[in-house]
């Protein structure tokens, strides 16, 4: 019979992601299945914030870097203190440290998280991080499975466990006039938004190259940028203004309140150019019923099947962006048939309470066997 574990999650993200996300999720559902759950992360990161007002116990641990052995100490004293059973590290920097700390510690079962489908760097340790080290590798979409495959890692080492949506927080809603006042978008504006990081990889120059065509058929339109700034944020205002466009893009930096962005937008993009696992901006823009455009990379084609929840186009191609966008914007019967069906698969497909009863069956079933 299965039964109460110690289970001990770790993410050293320190702004707010995808992935914090789905640690914060798969947390609350395993403590409230009556599991005893402890959260590490940073200090004054958004997890610890947001996992502490939502009841769990935080333990947070400063890490500097992989091979930082003040926090692989810390670490082990969290494990042995908290009689921790199950590891589930996510992020490779946590996963070093955490596994150092959990062989000292004799925890029993290792499991690692995988949300990027990059193949694994190549270094001399990897065997020993990513084979010997673990248990069992979650990847969040297919396409992350079969990368970690092709690198090397045992197809029973790996199992995929797509993650959640919060159905309740991401549902069909109106546009907020306060919102559309905010950012100087009248209600006769076509909005097209990307939700993503800015960074290289997220496809943001395609973005912008989309953009630009898009507005010399269509010049109501306006686009917006959602996302943490980065080292990059320079070199995409730098392109915008090249491509004259500046004044029809709207770089917003991060917003704790997304869910209020999505229904302003006509379509939303994701139109990364590589290494996407199964990206939370299609989930949530599907949950709201907002059409979407995705490349063909990573876990996008388990979200977007072309012509029944989105449209799916070659990576890299900014004139089939800017098409696929234009249809949607111009065909909005089609467009409201995408959402509508979007919404039905991804409460099909994507529930927590699915993601966390087939991660405690994964846990359960290693501290049988371990």
């Not at 673990?134 to 797509?162: C, F, H, M, N, W």
């Not at 559309?180 to 395609?206: M, Q, S």
């Not at 497909?349 to 994964?362: K, L, R």
């Amino acid at each position: 019979m299965d039964r109460s574990l110690r289970i001990l999650q770790i993410n050293s993200g320190g702004g707010w992601s995808g992935g914090q996300y789905q640690v914060l999720l798969l947390s609350k559902g395993l403590a409230e299945r009556g599991h005893h759950v402890v959260v590490v992360c940073s200090p004054d990161s958004a997890l610890a914030e947001k996992a502490s007002k939502a009841g769990l116990l935080v333990e947070p641990v400063p890490m500097r870097g992989q091979w930082d052995l003040k926090a692989v100490f810390r670490l082990r004293e969290i494990m042995k203190r908290h009689r921790i059973e199950v590891l589930n590290t996510h992020k490779p920097k946590p996963h070093t440290l955490a596994l150092l700390a959990a062989i000292t510690a004799r925890v029993p079962v290792v499991v690692a998280t995988r949300r990027v489908s990059f193949p694994l760097r190549r270094h001399p340790f990897r065997w020993a991080k990513w084979v010997a080290g673990v248990d069992k590798i979650i990847a969040v979409a297919q396409s992350v499975e079969e990368s970690l495959i092709r690198s090397g890692v045992p197809a029973e080492k790996v199992v995929t466990i797509y993650g959640a949506i919060d159905l309740k927080r991401f549902r069909p809603a109106s546009p907020d006039p306060a919102l559309r006042k905010e950012l100087g978008i009248d209600d006769r504006t076509w909005v097209v938004g990307k939700v993503a990081d800015y960074r290289p990889w997220k496809g943001y120059g395609l973005f912008l190259e989309a953009a630009s065509l898009i507005l010399k058929e269509e010049p109501r339109v306006r686009f917006l940028a959602i996302g943490n700034k980065s080292d990059y944020f320079d070199e995409m205002q730098a392109q915008a203004r090249r491509l004259a466009i500046e004044k029809q893009v709207t770089f917003t930096g991060f917003r704790d309140d997304v869910e209020r962005f999505y229904p302003l937008l006509h379509v939303s993009v994701n139109c990364a150019t590589s290494g996407e696992g199964l990206p939370g901006v299609l989930r949530e823009s599907l949950a709201m019923e907002i059409p979407v455009v995705a490349t063909d990379v990573g876990g996008n084609r388990e979200v977007v099947i072309d012509g029944r929840t989105g449209r799916l186009i070659p990576s890299n191609d900014p004139v089939a962006l800017a098409q696929a966008i234009l249809s949607l914007l111009r065909d909005r019967d089609l467009a409201r048939r995408l959402g509508r069906q979007g919404r039905s698969f991804v409460e099909r497909q994507f529930s927590i309470e699915s993601m966390v009863a087939q991660t405690e069956a994964v846990y359960q079933s290693l501290v049988r066997n371990p």
